[in-house]
């Protein structure tokens, strides 16, 4: 089992910069990929960016390309998701995911999920 948690929410105006963190415990050596996903009222769980647990690499929705920036610090066993011009578009409950295989935009592919944090974006 891996235990995943999440912190740095909260209620920003628009163009300010947000910073996530997801902290993994448990069978940490199981995870190929961390991934971010959020979801807004009233839609689905999409995409939002993943980072390869070992190798570092990453994948990013389009949207989230030019403003998001995901990273991990393996001693920490840890995964930041960096938001920066912050929309309201981006109101959503940002959840952080574990993979036991790379395939970072498939929701239903993860196999773990933290509980979920808000991130408010006023006009």
């Known amino acids: 089992q891996v235990q995943l948690v999440e912190s740095g929410g909260g209620l920003v105006q628009a163009g300010d910069s947000l910073r996530l963190s997801c902290a993994a415990s448990g069978r940490t050596s199981s995870i190929v990929a961390l991934g971010w996903f959020r979801q807004a009222p009233g839609k689905e769980r999409v995409f939002v960016a993943a980072i390869n647990w070992s190798g570092g690499s990453t994948y990013y929705a389009d949207s989230a390309k030019d403003r998001f920036t995901i990273s991990r610090d393996d001693a920490k066993n840890t995964v930041y998701l960096q938001m920066n011009s912050l929309k309201p578009d981006d109101t959503a409950v940002y959840y952080c995911?574990?993979?036991?295989?790379?395939?970072?935009?498939?929701?239903?592919?993860?196999?773990?999920w933290g509980q979920g944090i808000q991130v408010t974006v006023s006009s």
């Open positions: 995911a574990a993979n036991r295989r790379w395939r970072p935009a498939v929701v239903s592919s993860y196999d773990y």
